[in-house]
């Protein structure tokens, strides 16, 4: 029997090719500030949150920066340990994040692993998920975000004789991956083709690929059911003056899980160990009446967008009234289960609606409270007489509060929103914003985005015209809005109507320019539409 020649294994070394880790330079308060525009409330949350994230990806930029050199103090990860009840942003948060950042990241339930991967998943399953989730990009996957949910659920339990074996297997299980550890792909036998490299003597070797955890930042959460107890049974102990203070007032509703400690933890039944490798401890409020009102009211929610798009699969565009999303986050908070109840509440009301009105012919649907409170009976009444006028009134009523709660919330952020201090929202703009964000159904950022883009690109053509012409151009606000309203309505790109245009003024101004000196002209919204007037005057000037 003939023995199969021994393949060589060598590790895939990384590069420097994945640029974004070199260059970051995301400040905390830039980063809350992105997580303001999707998540409603949890302030203290996303402060801790958002710094320890950025300083992580700081000191991996320092390290990566000093690689090579000699290294005396190690380090040190900031992997956080979220406690806060369901449905109040805890994973969105962290996606946002990663989809911010630009790196990987992958969920996994702390339930479905076990120590040694017989029963259920191994732990190091997660990691490899990275190194997928980057596409095989195995410098971009040592950066990534790994989160694990439910991890409450593998605390050891209190009520069990001798030691939970598996809950605490899997902790100790995580212990290396959460410090620093090798893990090695594990590669599909229809992929390793694309891995062998033949040597020059005809010989198979074969990179082994190892992802290294020592980048990759680990984030947990979990509701933490009955923790609260263990921390006021503490506090009593220590008797201390502020606790009967909160017991004793009714109207105040404290968050004990504020206060958790490291210990607080042990006694639910973590393992010191895995304890201390979570340096950062942020905890997320329940959500209020007002906040659930506000996620809804938020123009970036995927909440709504989602809706919307549901609808516009069938050319109907949807639009709520205030009092309805009021309605809606009152049912809400009476179900109990945060922002998920919202979906919930949306799909009962909305889904006889989404069966019902494409085969009418409606193509608008204005969400009113009476909707929200009486789905059938209104649907019923709309059915009998489609072409009442009170549906239009339902739909313009909501669609007009809709704009309203958009240039709010432009107003009130456009600091946070626009870096380029040079751009104005106008009026006009404002409703470029928002045809936009109606036409495609996508968040309020994205639109915005879209006219700042469209912007840049008539600022940049003014210096295009200068450098041809030596001639300097500069369109009046009014021009601008003149020409991005051009641009929407007939879908033309900016610099060919740019060109259109300015060719009807150039040969003049060219003129102009040599026989007085003058390279300098403001160039009005009504000399967009009514050229011929613009250069009389300018002669006649």
């Known amino acids: 029997m003939f023995k199969n020649p021994k393949v060589k294994v060598d590790r895939v070394s990384y590069q420097k090719s994945y640029k974004p880790f070199y260059e970051f330079d995301l400040t905390p308060e830039q980063l809350e500030n992105y997580l303001d525009e999707y998540i ?43 406690i806060g009840p369901t449905g109040v942003g805890k994973t969105y948060m962290i996606k946002l994040i990663a989809k911010k950042i630009g790196v990987p990241f992958v969920k996994g339930d702390a339930t479905k692993f076990s120590e040694t991967g017989y029963v259920g998943g191994d732990v190091e399953d997660l990691i490899r998920d990275l190194y997928w989730e980057a596409d095989g990009d195995l410098e971009k996957a040592r950066f990534g975000i790994v989160y694990l949910d439910e991890i409450d659920k593998i605390a050891s339990s209190g009520d069990i004789i001798g030691p939970d074996v598996s809950r605490t297997g899997v902790q100790r299980a995580l212990l290396k991956p959460l410090e620093e550890t090798d893990v090695e792909i594990k590669v599909p036998p229809d992929a390793l083709n694309f891995l062998e490299i033949q040597d020059p003597q005809g010989r198979g070797k074969r990179k082994k690929i190892v992802l290294n955890t020592k980048y990759i930042i680990f984030v947990v959460s979990g509701a933490f059911h009955g923790l609260e107890e263990i921390i006021k049974k503490r506090l009593n102990k220590q008797k201390l003056g502020f606790l009967s203070d909160i017991e004793g007032r009714k109207d105040v509703k404290f968050n004990y899980m ?122 019923n009444s709309i059915i009998n007489n489609p072409q009442d006028p009170k549906w239009r009134e339902f739909y313009y009523k909501a669609l007009k509060e809709e704009e309203e709660r958009v240039k709010e919330y432009l107003y009130n952020r456009q600091k946070a929103l626009i870096k380029d201090v040079s751009f104005e929202i106008t009026s006009e703009r404002l409703k470029f914003i928002f045809e936009l964000y109606k036409k495609e159904d996508i968040e309020l950022s994205q639109a915005l985005e879209e006219i700042i883009s469209l912007w840049k690109q008539i600022k940049t053509y003014e210096q295009s015209f200068e450098r041809r012409n030596q001639i300097r151009i500069l369109f009046t606000e009014d021009a601008i809005d003149t020409i991005l309203e051009e641009i929407i309505k007939t879908d033309f790109g900016v610099f060919a109507y740019c060109e259109k245009v300015m060719s009807r003024l150039e040969y003049t101004l060219n003129i102009i320019k040599e026989s007085t000196g003058k390279n300098l002209f403001f160039i009005p919204g009504w000399a967009l539409k009514n050229p011929e007037k613009f250069l009389n005057q300018i002669l006649a000037l």
């Open 258 to 379: 504020k206060l958790v400690s490291p210990e607080d933890l042990v006694i639910y039944g973590f393992e010191r160990e895995f304890v201390g490798r979570f340096p950062v401890i942020a905890v997320f409020e329940a959500l209020t009446e007002d906040e659930l009102f506000k996620i809804l009211a938020n123009p970036n929610s995927p909440i709504m967008i989602n809706k919307k798009r549901d609808f516009k699969v069938y050319n109907i565009d949807i639009a709520f009234t205030n009092e309805a999303l009021k309605e809606i986050a009152k049912m809400a908070l009476e179900e109990g289960t945060g922002a998920r109840a919202l979906a919930r509440i949306l799909e009962k009301v909305l889904i006889p609606f989404e069966r019902t009105l494409p085969s009418l012919s409606l193509n608008y649907l204005g969400v009113t409270s009476e909707i929200v409170n009486n789905p059938y009976q209104v649907l």
């Open 40 to 82: 409603i409330g949890q302030k203290e949350a996303k402060a801790i949150i958002a710094t320890k994230i950025c300083t992580h990806f700081h000191k991996v930029k320092n390290f990566l920066l000093r690689e090579g050199r000699d290294e005396v103090v190690g380090f040190i990860k900031n992997n956080i340990f979220i």
